[in-house]
């Protein structure tokens, strides 16, 4: 069954080779959203799904790319294992293919690393209709250059992702969740002290206006005694107080799947910026056009801003984490205006080197344009 998949995928992509027709890669169409827009024909992952292998005693899973990732967590879950990137779902059809290619990490991103730490090899079918294998199922087995590490993120335009296997780790043995009221400059301050020092933060996150109070929320996991030690440290610091599990759950999967109020209540005519930043960065000026409400994850590396869906307003927002060391992002916009979503390599005089190397791997793996959709600029 998976041969004759396999084998349709390939005659679409050829076809389309030599139609000069361009493919849109998509799963269980949660993100179509994400990137730039297109109209492209569609090849679909999702008849090609299912667990290929799962040794809990190896921390290590492969499936295939229209595997659901509800089916993949809830697998992991019966043996108290999980991704620890914790990657948005943005819908109940989310598959592990499209996880993968829109390389999105959540709340945990800052303690357990980037998706893209965790995968350890893909298997691919690129713009000729080829069947390729990189990587394997252990760490540290690629000598050379490691092409699984380009699938996520690539949304697509890259190559087809067909199977994937990931690292997965043991579920934190205690967690516990605070939250309390402090101003942003005061919430950076403390995070950034401690994440030098050895305590199970695992997440967090300040809501609130730039210059003015705010609410943090911290969550920490790890070994009980170093959960409660930490919790008792931050609740005499900050005067915090202890979330109710279920409270707290809840809290941290909205804030995943950005259902929380912050961001469903975005004023009309407005998207959604995220900018990346360094972890030195300080409180940033809110341009005026843009709400005077910020939210800050990641102990302040990610922060989203709303704004009006515009070039104009990409420009002023590029331009200032650009400044600060960082980019800048429109991640989420149903404007109809047209401007591109991502910071060009070429903007970024720290990454400008990477255009021509970016290049020749798109015309290795796609010689004849099958996945140019124009997701990513």
């Given at each position: 069954?998976?041969?004759?998949?396999?084998?349709?995928?390939?005659?679409?992509?050829?076809?389309?080779?030599?139609?000069?027709?361009?493919?849109?890669?998509?799963?269980?169409?949660?993100?179509?959203?994400?990137?730039?827009?297109?109209?492209?024909?569609?090849?679909?992952?999702?008849?090609?799904?299912?667990?290929?292998?799962?040794?809990?005693?190896?921390?290590?899973?492969?499936?295939?790319?229209?595997?659901?990732?509800?089916?993949?967590?809830?697998?992991?879950?019966?043996?108290?294992?999980?991704?620890?990137?914790?990657?948005?779902?943005?819908?109940?059809?989310?598959?592990?293919?499209?996880?993968?290619?829109?390389?999105?990490?959540?709340?945990?991103?800052?303690?357990?690393?980037?998706?893209?730490?965790?995968?350890?090899?893909?298997?691919?079918?690129?713009?000729?209709?080829?069947?390729?294998?990189?990587?394997?199922?252990?760490?540290?087995?690629?000598?050379?250059?490691?092409?699984?590490?380009?699938?996520?993120?690539?949304?697509?335009?890259?190559?087809?992702?067909?199977?994937?296997?990931?690292?997965?780790?043991?579920?934190?043995?205690?967690?516990?969740?605070?939250?309390?009221?402090?101003?942003?400059?005061?919430?950076?301050?403390?995070?950034?002290?401690?994440?030098?020092?050895?305590?199970?933060?695992?997440?967090?996150?300040?809501?609130?206006?730039?210059?003015?109070?705010?609410?943090?929320?911290?969550?920490?996991?790890?070994?009980?005694?170093?959960?409660?030690?930490?919790?008792?440290?931050?609740?005499?610091?900050?005067?915090?107080?202890?979330?109710?599990?279920?409270?707290?759950?809840?809290?941290?999967?909205?804030?995943?799947?950005?259902?929380?109020?912050?961001?469903?209540?975005?004023?009309?005519?407005?998207?959604?910026?995220?900018?990346?930043?360094?972890?030195?960065?300080?409180?940033?000026?809110?341009?005026?056009?843009?709400?005077?409400?910020?939210?800050?994850?990641?102990?302040?590396?990610?922060?989203?801003?709303?704004?009006?869906?515009?070039?104009s307003t990409a420009n002023v927002l590029q331009k200032l984490a650009l400044q600060h060391g960082g980019h800048a992002t429109c991640?989420?916009?149903?404007?109809?205006?047209?401007?591109?979503?991502?910071?060009?390599?070429?903007?970024?005089?720290?990454?400008?080197?990477?255009?021509?190397?970016?290049?020749?791997?798109?015309?290795?793996?796609?010689?004849?344009?099958?996945?140019?959709?124009?997701?990513?600029?």
């Amino acid at each position: 069954m998976k041969e004759t998949v396999l084998s349709q995928f390939r005659e679409q992509i050829i076809e389309a080779g030599k139609q000069n027709q361009v493919l849109s890669i998509q799963g269980g169409n949660t993100k179509s959203w994400y990137g730039n827009p297109n109209q492209s024909p569609i090849l679909s992952t999702k008849p090609y799904q299912g667990i290929l292998d799962y040794q809990p005693e190896e921390l290590v899973i492969t499936a295939c790319a229209g595997t659901p990732i509800a089916e993949i967590e809830s697998t992991l879950a019966k043996n108290n294992q999980i991704l620890p990137f914790e990657p948005p779902h943005f819908g109940e059809d989310a598959t592990f293919g499209g996880v993968i290619a829109a390389g999105l990490a959540g709340p945990a991103r800052i303690s357990a690393g980037n998706l893209r730490d965790f995968v350890l090899g893909t298997r691919l079918m690129d713009g000729r209709g080829e069947d390729l294998s990189f990587g394997g199922k252990v760490m540290k087995n690629v000598a050379g250059y490691d092409v699984s590490r380009l699938l996520p993120g690539s949304l697509g335009t890259l190559a087809l992702l067909l199977e994937a296997s990931v690292k997965v780790l043991p579920k934190p043995a205690a967690t516990a969740s605070l939250r309390c009221k402090t101003g942003a400059a005061n919430a950076l301050k403390v995070l950034n002290e401690w994440a030098g020092q050895p305590l199970p933060l695992n997440a967090s996150v300040w809501i609130g206006h730039a210059g003015d109070e705010g609410e943090l929320t911290i969550r920490l996991a790890g070994a009980k005694a170093a959960v409660t030690s930490a919790s008792q440290m931050i609740q005499d610091r900050l005067g915090a107080t202890v979330l109710d599990d279920l409270e707290a759950d809840l809290f941290w999967r909205n804030l995943r799947e950005q259902q929380l109020s912050w961001f469903t209540q975005m004023p009309n005519h407005h998207a959604l910026w995220r900018l990346s930043l360094p972890a030195n960065c300080p409180v940033l000026e809110i341009p005026k056009d843009c709400s005077p409400a910020i939210m800050m994850e990641w102990h302040g590396q990610e922060r989203w801003i709303q704004g009006p869906a515009n070039q104009s307003t990409a420009n002023v927002l590029q331009k200032l984490a650009l400044q600060h060391g960082g980019h800048a992002t429109c991640f989420r916009s149903l404007n109809a205006d047209g401007f591109e979503r991502f910071t060009r390599l070429e903007s970024n005089p720290l990454t400008a080197g990477l255009e021509a190397v970016q290049k020749r791997l798109r015309h290795s793996f796609d010689p004849f344009g099958v996945f140019t959709t124009g997701r990513l600029p």
